[in-house]
């Protein structure tokens, strides 16, 4: 939104194996610059939990705002956050903890950036995803950067996956500008079998309004 830049950063750790692990980390990071205001809040959320469900979370958030030359920090702790409440402008989702037998559910429902009581449309959220389950480690990680009046939006998407001695990495990442109809497109595809390396790497360029439509194969 012309000045303002707003960057939403959600990690949510998810482990579902036999047993339970001791602690879950979630972050939530916020970046807000706003003329000459700059505002970093980051909240986050531990959970030490065994065999049965903790009654109260603790969270843990930081804002750091800069006005001019004025540097301020705020450190604020608080137990059992609700969707209702609002931390330093931000609202925080809820986090739910579901224990069923030996799995164990982390669940961050959603982050909202609020400013002057209006949601803000073109909102940067970056989001990961660790699962472990028995052998097979997936790595899922999604970029999604919408500016909503320059119109660009630029998606990246990351996959990797280690099963034994397989690695598999997929990097596919997409570039949108509307006014200019530039769109690029790069997919990138590295696989490690044993001692084996196959890398394939493919752009494709596309500008619209020009007479030039390059696609490039690596």
Do not use: C, P, W, Y
Not at 129 to 136: A, G, T
Request: glycine share 2%; aromatic share 0%; proline share 0%.
């Amino acid at each position: 939104m012309d000045s303002e830049l707003i960057v939403a950063l959600t990690k949510g750790l998810a482990v579902m194996n036999s047993e339970l692990i001791t602690g879950v980390t979630v972050s939530t990071g916020l970046l807000i610059v706003m003329d000459s205001e700059l505002i970093v809040a980051l909240t986050k959320v531990l959970a030490v939990t065994n065999s049965e469900l903790i009654a109260g979370v603790a969270v843990s958030t930081v804002v750091l705002i800069v006005v001019d030359s004025e540097l301020i920090v705020a450190l604020t702790k608080v137990l059992a956050v609700t969707n209702s409440e609002l931390i330093a402008g931000v609202a925080v989702s809820t986090v739910v903890l579901i224990v069923v037998d030996s799995e164990l559910i982390v669940a961050l429902t959603k982050v909202l950036a609020v400013t002057n009581s209006e949601l803000i449309a073109g909102v940067a959220v970056s989001t990961v995803v660790l699962i472990v389950v028995d052998s097979e480690l997936i790595v899922a990680l999604t970029k999604v950067l919408a500016v909503t009046n320059s119109e660009l939006i630029a998606v990246l998407t990351e996959v990797i996956i280690v099963v034994d001695s397989e690695l598999i990495t997929v990097n596919t990442s997409v570039l949108t500008v509307i006014h200019s109809e530039l769109i690029a497109v790069l997919t990138k595809v590295l696989i490690i079998v044993n001692s084996e390396l196959i890398t394939v790497s493919t752009t494709v360029l596309i500008v619209f309004n020009s007479e030039l439509n390059h696609r490039s194969l690596q």
